[in-house]
């Protein structure tokens, strides 16, 4: 196969999903600085491989262990979090239901994913008759999809990637749950894309369904490929782990995934490279410098957290922000902000009746601004050169109520002292 075209090369791919609960703990994790962020699970830990032209490649595994999110990559379905992965063509997923709207009819989804992948509305009429044929669908082709069994979705998506021609092929699961005639239909199908020099990736529990499609298998295993080989070399060694695993008890099953799943979420790219570091130092020196060129942007994660820097910029602008909006609007100190964090948030009221009025053509008449401001907000914040009787005059209270309510022992006020007004009727 090496001399055949490189059609897919992944480089130290890796995926992390964060596990937070509530999207506002990503939040509030982007503006972390220390301590510990969300959680995260690494469903892909760093994977290398290449796949050629002609190639049909099995990817087993047991449940979990990775396969959709790593094929799903190759689709161009989700980036990786770090790594490269290279793509030279176009690519088809077929998975059950995948990239399928299941209000719209299997005619318009027909219509919509050949749009998709570059058909052109004449080419779409050219094939659309053959498409609804291959997938054996009949008059159900103008229902909504959402009414469809997970059968007639897999014939659909098979029927529309057979006919949309891309160089790279993805098979995920989807003859798993057609009829056995359909299934054996689509293989042959699959088989004459191999010979068309496609590169077929196949997902199957079925070690039949293997066996009678690939010519290698990758072995995924909790994130990592176990084993990378051809078909007579990987598949009894897979079926041994299988019959070994079913064999132990429930407790020890549990604890065996336990393990792994743990070093899912421990795992960090550092691990990564210290990984790859070992392998180098027993690697041949004339290749050892080639494949440190080739991997020094392979463990830099992508852009999905921002980085220092942005943090950094983001937050002397959110800084400088609330220093403008705190002078401009509400007229505290920064020693009053220090002191009472949450008056930013009360005081916005009176500010924002001030605006309020202006819109309204209100002159500031105090009777109307009090009322305003008895419904919305009882705070004041005492400007410079206000006293309290002119605060209570403005405001239309006496000031023993003011002093009352904020429990003032003198009728003294000092500039940008937060008061509470009370309501007087
Ligand atoms: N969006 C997501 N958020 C969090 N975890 C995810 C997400 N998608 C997948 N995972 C986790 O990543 C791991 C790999 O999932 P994936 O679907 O790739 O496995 P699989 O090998 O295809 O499994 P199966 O054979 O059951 O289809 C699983 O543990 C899964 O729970």
Same mark, same amino acid.
């Given at each position: 196969?090496?001399?055949?075209?490189?059609?897919?090369?992944?480089?130290?791919? +890796?995926?992390?999903?964060?596990?937070?609960?509530? !999207?506002? #703990?990503?939040? %509030?994790?982007?503006?972390?600085?220390?301590?510990?962020?969300?959680?995260?699970?690494?469903?892909?830990?760093?994977?290398?491989?290449?796949?050629?032209?002609?190639?049909?490649?099995?990817?087993?595994?047991?449940?979990?262990?990775?396969?959709?999110?790593?094929?799903?990559?190759?689709?161009?379905?989700?980036?990786?979090?770090?790594?490269?992965?290279?793509?030279?063509?176009?690519?088809?997923?077929?998975?059950?239901?995948?990239?399928? *709207?299941?209000?719209?009819?299997?005619?318009?989804?027909?219509?919509?994913?050949?749009?998709?992948?570059?058909?052109?509305?004449?080419?779409?009429?050219?094939?659309?008759?053959?498409?609804?044929?291959?997938?054996?669908?009949?008059?159900?082709?103008?229902?909504?999809? %959402?009414?469809?069994?997970?059968?007639?979705?897999?014939?659909?998506?098979?029927?529309?990637?057979?006919?949309?021609?891309?160089?790279?092929?993805?098979?995920?699961?989807?003859?798993?749950?057609? #009829?056995?005639?359909?299934?054996?239909?689509?293989?042959?199908?699959?088989?004459?894309?191999?010979?068309?020099?496609?590169?077929?990736?196949?997902?199957?529990?079925?070690?039949?369904?293997? *066996?009678?499609?690939?010519?290698?298998?990758?072995?995924?295993?909790?994130?990592?490929?176990?084993?990378?080989?051809?078909?007579?070399?990987?598949?009894?060694?897979?079926?041994?782990?299988?019959?070994?695993?079913?064999?132990?008890?429930?407790?020890? *099953?549990?604890?065996?995934?336990?393990?792994?799943?743990?070093?899912?979420?421990?795992?960090?790219?550092?691990?990564?490279?210290?990984?790859? =570091?070992?392998?180098?130092?027993?690697? #041949?020196?004339?290749?050892?410098?080639?494949?440190?060129?080739?991997?020094?942007?392979?463990?830099?994660?992508?852009?999905?957290?921002?980085?220092?820097?942005?943090?950094?910029?983001?937050?002397?602008?959110?800084?400088?922000?609330?220093?403008?909006?705190?002078?401009?609007?509400?007229?505290?100190?920064?020693?009053?902000?220090?002191?009472?964090?949450?008056?930013?948030?009360?005081?916005?009221?009176?500010?924002?009746?001030?605006?309020?009025?202006? *819109?309204?053509?209100?002159?500031?008449?105090?009777?109307? =601004?009090?009322?305003?401001?008895?419904?919305? !907000?009882?705070?004041? +914040?005492v400007k410079e050169g206000e006293t309290l009787a002119s605060i209570a005059a403005n405001a239309n209270i006496s000031v023993a109520a003011i002093m009352q309510a904020n429990q003032l022992t003198d009728e003294t006020v000092t500039p940008g002292q937060v008061l509470t007004l009370p309501v007087e009727r």
């Open positions: 196969m090496a001399d055949k075209k490189v059609t897919v090369a992944a480089n130290h791919v +890796t995926k992390r999903f964060d596990l937070a609960e509530r !999207q506002s #703990d990503k939040v %509030k994790a982007v503006f972390k600085f220390w301590g510990k962020g969300i959680p995260n699970f690494w469903a892909v830990k760093g994977v290398s491989f290449e796949a050629h032209a002609g190639e049909t490649i099995g990817i087993i595994g047991t449940n979990g262990s990775g396969k959709s999110t790593l094929l799903e990559m190759v689709a161009g379905l989700t980036q990786p979090t770090s790594g490269q992965m290279t793509i030279n063509g176009s690519t088809s997923i077929i998975a059950i239901g995948a990239g399928m *709207r299941p209000q719209l009819t299997g005619r318009a989804n027909i219509r919509l994913k050949a749009l998709m992948q570059g058909m052109t509305e004449k080419e779409i009429e050219a094939k659309m008759d053959d498409i609804i044929e291959f997938s054996e669908l009949g008059d159900f082709i103008d229902q909504p999809v %959402k009414s469809y069994s997970s059968g007639m979705k897999s014939k659909l998506g098979f029927a529309i990637s057979v006919y949309s021609d891309a160089d790279i092929v993805i098979i995920d699961e989807a003859l798993s749950v057609g #009829d056995p005639t359909f299934t054996q239909k689509s293989m042959e199908r699959t088989k004459r894309f191999k010979e068309e020099g496609k590169t077929i990736f196949f997902v199957s529990h079925s070690a039949a369904q293997m *066996r009678q499609m690939a010519d290698r298998v990758i072995w995924m295993h909790y994130g990592d490929i176990r084993m990378d080989g051809p078909i007579d070399e990987v598949m009894p060694e897979y079926e041994r782990f299988l019959k070994h695993f079913n064999r132990l008890s429930e407790n020890e *099953r549990l604890t065996y995934q336990k393990r792994y799943k743990e070093a899912q979420k421990t795992f960090t790219l550092e691990h990564l490279k210290q990984i790859e =570091r070992n392998r180098q130092m027993l690697a #041949d020196p004339a290749t050892d410098l080639q494949r440190q060129k080739e991997n020094q942007h392979a463990f830099v994660e992508d852009n999905e957290k921002m980085g220092w820097f942005t943090r950094i910029v983001l937050t002397i602008f959110i800084i400088a922000t609330v220093g403008l909006m705190n002078k401009q609007l509400l007229n505290m100190s920064w020693a009053n902000v220090m002191a009472h964090p949450t008056h930013l948030i009360t005081n916005f009221a009176p500010s924002k009746l001030a605006a309020l009025d202006k *819109r309204h053509g209100r002159n500031g008449d105090d009777n109307q =601004r009090t009322d305003m401001l008895t419904a919305t !907000q009882n705070s004041y +914040t």
